[in-house]
C-alpha cells in the first residue's frame, strides 16, 4: 500500500497563511485571535485533514492499521444565536439524545455550531469521535464531516450532492396536508401564512414552502397580502414584528378575509395566538391557528393548546441513532432516506366556520 503523507502543522499554517505557533495556538483553543483567522484556521484544518493527536499520528505511521472505537458520537446543531443561555427546549432536546444514545451504548458530546463561528472541532481532528448525528443545515459542517465518520443527518431537508449521506427527516407535509384538509372540510378558504425570512442554509426544509404548496394543492385562497414574512426579523426584533403582523391582519380578520392562519414553526403560530388575543381576537370563535412545532419534545407539544403537527423527537432521535449505530458498525441501509411519522395535537384553536352554502 502506498503510504499517506501525514498532514502537518506547517500545511495548515501555509495554506492558512498564518504563523505555525498561530495555527497551534488557535488548534489548542486559543481564542485572543480575531475571528475572522480562527474560522480560517479551523476550516483549513479540518479541510486537509490534519491530526495532531498522538493516536492519529500513529495511525498516519502506520504503528496501527485500526481506529480504536470509542462508542463516543457527537450531535451538531445549529445555534441562530451566539448565547443559548435560558434556551430551555434546546436543553431538554440535549438531554433527551444524550438519554437515547445512553440506552445505545453511547456516550456523547454535543456541538453547538455557529455560522460566524466557523466548525471548530478538536475531536473530529483527534479522530476520537465513532459517528456524527447532524442537525446543521450548513454547507460547510456536512462538507467537513462527510466521508470522515459515519454521518447521518437529522432534520436538515434534502442533501442532494451529498446521496450518500443517510437522512432522517419527521414527514411533516403528510401531517400539515391531513391539518389542512380536515380545515378545509370544516369550510375554512381564506388563509393567511406567517413565516420568517427565507433560508439560506443549503440544507434547510423550508416550511413555508410546504405550506403555500399544499394550500395550492388543496384549494385555499392566498392573497399575496396575507402572506406575512417580514423582512430582518430576528430573535432580537420577533415580538415587535409579530406585533406589527397582528396589527395587519385583524382589520383583514374581522371582515372575514382571513378565517385560518398558519404558522410556518410553532414560534410564529403562538406569537400571532398571543398577539391577536391581546387586541380581542380569539381562536378558534374569530379566527383559527394552526403551526408545525418542530422544536420540542412529545409532552411539551402535545399539552399545547395551539393546534400543530409536533415533531415527534424521541422517534426521530432514536431512528438517528440506530442508523448510526448500523453504520458504524459495517452495516448496510436499506436507503437513505427515513420519514418518521409526526404527532398530531389537535388542540383548541381550530374550530369554526362550517357555513358554506349560501355565502360568497
Same mark, same amino acid.
Given at each position: ?44 484544518? @479540518?479541510?486537509? =485533514? ?46 433527551? !439524545? ?33 459517528? *456524527? ?7 460547510? *459542517?456536512?462538507?467537513?464531516?462527510? =466521508?470522515?465518520? /459515519?454521518?447521518?443527518?437529522?432534520? *436538515?431537508?434534502?442533501?442532494? @450532492? ?24 370544516? =369550510? ?8 420568517? /425570512? ?25 392573497? /399575496?397580502?396575507?402572506?406575512?414574512? /417580514? ?24 371582515? =372575514? ?52 403537527? *409536533? ?26 432516506? !427515513? ?22
Amino acid at each position: 500500500m502506498k503510504k499517506i503523507r501525514r498532514i502537518t502543522i506547517r500545511d495548515v499554517a501555509r495554506e492558512a497563511g498564518v504563523s505555525i505557533a498561530t495555527v497551534s495556538r488557535v488548534i489548542n483553543g486559543e481564542t485572543s485571535f480575531p475571528s475572522e483567522t480562527q474560522k480560517r484556521v479551523w476550516s483549513i484544518a @479540518h479541510k486537509l =485533514g490534519y491530526e495532531p493527536s498522538q493516536q492519529a499520528r500513529k495511525l498516519r505511521n502506520g504503528t496501527s492499521t485500526e481506529r480504536t472505537k470509542t462508542n463516543l458520537i457527537m450531535r451538531i446543531f445549529n445555534l441562530g444565536r451566539e448565547n443559548p443561555i435560558g434556551d430551555r427546549e434546546t436543553a431538554d432536546s440535549v438531554q433527551m !439524545f444524550d438519554w437515547i444514545a445512553s440506552q445505545h451504548g453511547f456516550f456523547t458530546t454535543t456541538y453547538r455550531y455557529y455560522q460566524q463561528e466557523g466548525f471548530r472541532c478538536p475531536l473530529l481532528l483527534d479522530r476520537l469521535i465513532d459517528g *456524527v448525528v447532524i442537525g446543521s443545515p450548513h454547507r460547510e *459542517v456536512i462538507e467537513t464531516i462527510a =466521508g470522515k465518520v /459515519p454521518t447521518v443527518a437529522l432534520e *436538515v431537508g434534502s442533501a442532494y @450532492h451529498y446521496p450518500a449521506v443517510p437522512r432522517v427527516n419527521s414527514a411533516t407535509a403528510d401531517g400539515l396536508k391531513e391539518m389542512l384538509i380536515k380545515a378545509y372540510t370544516m =369550510g375554512h378558504r381564506k388563509l393567511a401564512v406567517v413565516g420568517g /425570512p427565507d433560508k439560506k442554509e443549503f440544507f434547510s426544509r423550508n416550511y413555508l414552502r410546504m405550506i403555500c404548496n399544499l394550500i395550492d394543492e388543496i384549494g385555499f385562497e392566498l392573497g /399575496p397580502e396575507h402572506l406575512y414574512q /417580514p423582512q430582518g426579523l430576528s430573535w432580537k426584533n420577533h415580538d415587535q414584528l409579530m406585533n406589527v403582523v397582528a396589527n395587519a391582519m385583524v382589520p383583514e380578520i374581522k371582515k =372575514g378575509r382571513i378565517t385560518l392562519i398558519a404558522g410556518e414553526d410553532m414560534v410564529y403560530a403562538e406569537s400571532i395566538w398571543k398577539a391577536l388575543a391581546e387586541r380581542g381576537i380569539r381562536a378558534p370563535e374569530d379566527v383559527s391557528i394552526i403551526g408545525v412545532n418542530s422544536s420540542c419534545g412529545q409532552s411539551q407539544g402535545m399539552e399545547h393548546p395551539v393546534t400543530s403537527v *409536533v415533531h415527534d423527537s424521541m422517534q426521530l432521535f432514536t431512528s438517528a441513532i440506530e442508523i448510526l449505530q448500523d453504520l458504524i458498525a459495517g452495516k448496510g441501509l436499506p436507503c437513505t432516506e !427515513f420519514l418518521v411519522a409526526p404527532l398530531m395535537n389537535w388542540g383548541t384553536t381550530l374550530g369554526k366556520p362550517e357555513k358554506r352554502k349560501g355565502s360568497s
